[in-house]
């Protein structure tokens, strides 16, 4: 499958995804004037921008009523801060997809949104069509880092599995059995590679890598890409 196929996959995704509807986006930023900006340039692609909110906690009420698909959320927000937002409002709804879209590059700052849940990371000097672009990967699915973020947090992932993990315990039960497919997704997920990649990798659909990661995740009772890429690299999966 060549990544044009992918491509044509994931937008097909899309596609049937806005067949029931379009995607509904909130987006979250204390500029008035950028909020603004995003949210029309948004609309005008296509999607449906549900709400926009100015502070995190005005953020966390308006996502709780609204439900979007996917909130496009900057970091530095007065009342809550942004990584707070988003790790209240993905604990809320498991099926809620972050990207964050920051002035900020700074490595600590893409860490702590990704451990608070977030899909992806974008700084805000992507064009916007690589937002737009952005935004629909992320709501299939797809994680989204401008260049060069996505190793930075694939190293950050292999630091936390080297740490040691706690002592089980003797009444601890054991792991849930794992298909061979989804061993085999959940190794290149370790890797590093994308959904597209997999889906490249192991020739099938995007649409499918989602469905074995999902369940990987539902198994082994984890809550976010994080805490999966470092289960397998505990077990050794990303040298496999």
């Given at each position: 499958?060549?990544?044009?196929?992918?491509?044509?996959?994931?937008?097909?995704?899309?596609?049937?995804?806005?067949a029931?509807?379009?995607?509904?986006?909130?987006?979250?930023?204390?500029?008035?004037?950028?909020?603004?900006?995003?949210?029309?340039?948004?609309?005008?692609?296509?999607?449906?921008?549900?709400?926009?909110?100015?502070?995190?906690?005005?953020?966390?009420?308006?996502?709780?009523?609204?439900?979007?698909?996917?909130?496009?959320?900057?970091?530095?927000?007065?009342?809550?801060?942004?990584?707070?937002?988003?790790?209240?409002?993905?604990?809320?709804?498991?099926?809620?997809?972050?990207?964050?879209?920051?002035?900020?590059g700074?490595?600590?700052?893409?860490?702590e949104?990704?451990?608070?849940?977030?899909?992806?990371?974008l700084?805000?000097?992507?064009?916007?069509?690589?937002?737009?672009?952005?935004?629909?990967?992320?709501?299939?699915?797809d994680?989204?880092?401008?260049?060069?973020?996505?190793?930075?947090?694939?190293g950050?992932?292999?630091?936390?599995?080297?740490?040691?993990?706690?002592?089980?315990?003797?009444?601890?039960?054991?792991?849930?059995?794992?298909?061979?497919?989804?061993?085999e997704?959940?190794?290149?997920?370790?890797?590093?590679?994308?959904?597209?990649?997999?889906?490249?990798?192991?020739?099938?659909?995007?649409?499918?890598?989602?469905?074995?990661?999902?369940?990987?995740?539902?198994?082994?009772?984890?809550?976010n890409?994080?805490?999966?890429?470092?289960?397998?690299?505990?077990?050794?999966?990303?040298?496999?």
């Amino acid at each position: 499958m060549s990544e044009q196929q992918v491509d044509q996959q994931v937008d097909e995704q899309v596609e049937q995804r806005q067949a029931a509807g379009p995607i509904r986006v909130m987006v979250v930023d204390d500029h008035p004037m950028w909020r603004d900006a995003v949210a029309r340039d948004l609309a005008e692609a296509g999607f449906d921008v549900v709400a926009t909110a100015g502070d995190g906690e005005q953020a966390v009420r308006r996502a709780g009523a609204v439900g979007p698909d996917v909130l496009v959320l900057d970091l530095n927000l007065p009342a809550k801060p942004g990584v707070q937002v988003c790790k209240e409002l993905v604990a809320a709804d498991p099926r809620l997809r972050v990207l964050v879209l920051s002035a900020s590059g700074e490595h600590a700052d893409v860490l702590e949104a990704v451990k608070s849940g977030a899909t992806g990371y974008l700084l805000k000097s992507a064009s916007t069509a690589e937002l737009i672009d952005a935004v629909r990967r992320t709501a299939v699915g797809d994680p989204v880092f401008t260049p060069g973020l996505a190793g930075l947090v694939l190293g950050e992932y292999r630091r936390l599995a080297s740490e040691p993990a706690p002592a089980a315990g003797a009444d601890e039960p054991k792991a849930p059995q794992l298909t061979e497919r989804e061993t085999e997704v959940l190794r290149l997920v370790a890797k590093g590679l994308s959904y597209k990649q997999i889906a490249e990798r192991l020739v099938i659909s995007h649409r499918t890598v989602q469905n074995h990661v999902q369940n990987t995740l539902g198994k082994l009772q984890l809550h976010n890409r994080v805490e999966l890429v470092r289960y397998a690299i505990e077990r050794g999966l990303d040298d496999a």
